[in-house]
């Protein structure tokens, strides 16, 4: 399994724009701040941990956001980054006590979406 990161979709949508929000059910104006809003408002709705954070994100914003507004330079990087560590099994740090807070968080929840997606495939849904 492979990840496709280097060709994302865009809508070309452009701040401030109108779009169905999928919490508020109701068209709104969407700005950054807003985005961000939505954001919470769709991971405070699973209740239950049914679906990843991603999953919850990607079936959800779809409908109100540009995915290339998540995805930058920095984004590539961390994923190549992962990618590399899984594909090689090369040690993301030589100790625990090495090892970067914020870094290993970033790499957890990619791993954690990559493995639900692997999941996914698997089951065929």
């Known amino acids: 399994m492979w990840m496709n990161y280097h060709s994302v979709p865009t809508r070309n949508l452009v701040f401030p724009y109108r779009a169905k929000s999928p919490t508020l059910k109701k068209s709104i104006t969407y700005t950054k701040e807003e985005v961000w809003n939505e954001i919470d408002r769709v991971l405070a709705e699973d209740q239950t941990g049914k679906f990843t954070p ?3 994100l990607y079936y959800n914003m779809l409908h109100c956001a540009d995915s290339t507004f998540f995805y930058d330079n920095d984004v590539v990087a961390l994923l190549e980054e992962y990618l590399l560590h899984k594909r090689f099994n090369i ?3 030589e ?3 090495n090892a970067l807070c914020e870094r290993m968080s970033l790499f ?3 791993d954690e979406e990559y493995l639900a997606i692997q999941r996914m495939e698997k089951d065929g849904s």
Do not use: N, R, T
């Open 54 to 56: 991603g999953q919850q």
């Open 91 to 93: 040690a993301l740090y």
């Open 95 to 97: 100790s625990l006590d």
């Open 108 to 110: 957890a929840a990619i």
